[in-house]
């Protein structure tokens, strides 16, 4: 940074003084204790979603983890970094997911519907469908998670866009026996465990990731010369 | 040094960084342009773009929930 640059700042926000957000902070800590006390006392497993809930929006908030730009920024800037954040997370949900997974199928039958992990059918559907999402995404500025944590940092416009979220759901759930009929119920099911052993299953996807991550960082370096 | 503003409030990811972009084709090297934001990803997300086109940048948030980028042209 130039000095002249440090001098302009310096000269347009020297003076300036921020509010104290501290008692707001200590007065919602309170309020969010006081609720898990009482989700505590009513189930416990509520007050355990409530603390994740609050968990990982902090970590959204501090992280500034934006799946929106994870998958916007390698076409728009050619910037890869986030989107290699979301493999690495991808990777260790894969063996998380699998050990649990694994622990299920040893006792259970295979029956898609209770699989933890939500197993479901592919086909052109899912295609349309992370299109459409993808679209969306952009527009609004934020997926689903990014938008809930930003009306939580205080962004007015994510009402909105949390409005449009809760029609467009409602839409969907509405019609979802038309498009169920007419595509979804044609796809097939696959699920790799029942045709690859275990350790097969798990390896293979780590290994997609990885290739992923690296092809990322070949094309982040291939094209950041040309800005 | 000339310095420029660009208003980006209320607009969303990517857009400042658009803007940003295009503006720095206009000027003059030497020249600050600072883009005053209210959006949180905006400085995490023009600073990233701006250190690895190696152009100083500084992110300061003039008050709660509202930023100013200031990117200098050094090419």
């Known amino acids: 940074m130039s000095n002249e640059m440090a001098r302009l700042i310096e000269k347009r926000n020297g003076a300036k003084k921020k509010k104290n957000q501290i008692p707001f902070g200590i007065i919602l800590l309170i309020l969010a204790l006081t609720l898990c006390i009482g989700f505590w006392q009513k189930e416990y497993k509520l007050a355990i979603c409530w603390i994740l809930g609050i968990g990982i929006g902090i970590v959204l908030r501090y992280s500034r983890f934006c799946f929106a730009a994870a998958l916007r920024d390698p076409f728009l800037v050619k910037d890869t970094r986030l989107f290699r954040g979301m493999l690495l997370a991808m990777m260790v949900s894969t063996i998380g997911f699998a050990v649990i997974q694994y622990v299920y199928i040893q006792k259970n039958p295979i029956e898609y519907d209770f699989i933890p992990g939500a197993v479901t059918s592919v086909g052109i559907h899912v295609v349309i469908g992370a299109f459409l999402f993808g679209v969306g995404m952009v527009i609004a500025g934020g997926c689903s998670s990014g938008v809930l944590m930003r009306i939580g940092e205080g962004h007015a416009l994510q009402w909105m866009v949390l409005l449009g979220f809760f029609i467009g759901t409602i839409l969907g759930a509405k019609h979802y026996g038309f498009w169920y009929e007419h595509i979804i119920e044609h796809a097939k099911t696959i699920y790799f465990f029942e045709y690859f052993d275990f350790k097969i299953v798990v390896l293979g996807q780590l290994l997609v990731l990885f290739g992923l991550y690296v092809l990322a960082i070949w094309y982040e370096n291939r094209y950041r010369k040309d800005m | ?75």
Do not use: F
């Open chain 2, 1 to 75: 040094m000339a310095v420029r503003e660009i208003d980006c409030l209320y607009e969303l990811c990517p857009v400042p960084l658009l803007k940003a972009m295009k503006e720095l084709k206009t000027m003059e090297v030497g020249d600050v342009v600072i883009i005053r934001s209210d959006h949180s990803c905006v400085g995490a997300n023009i600073k990233e773009w701006a250190v690895k086109n190696q152009y100083p940048v500084e992110v300061v948030e003039v008050e709660d929930g509202e930023w100013e980028v200031y990117i200098e042209k050094t090419k």
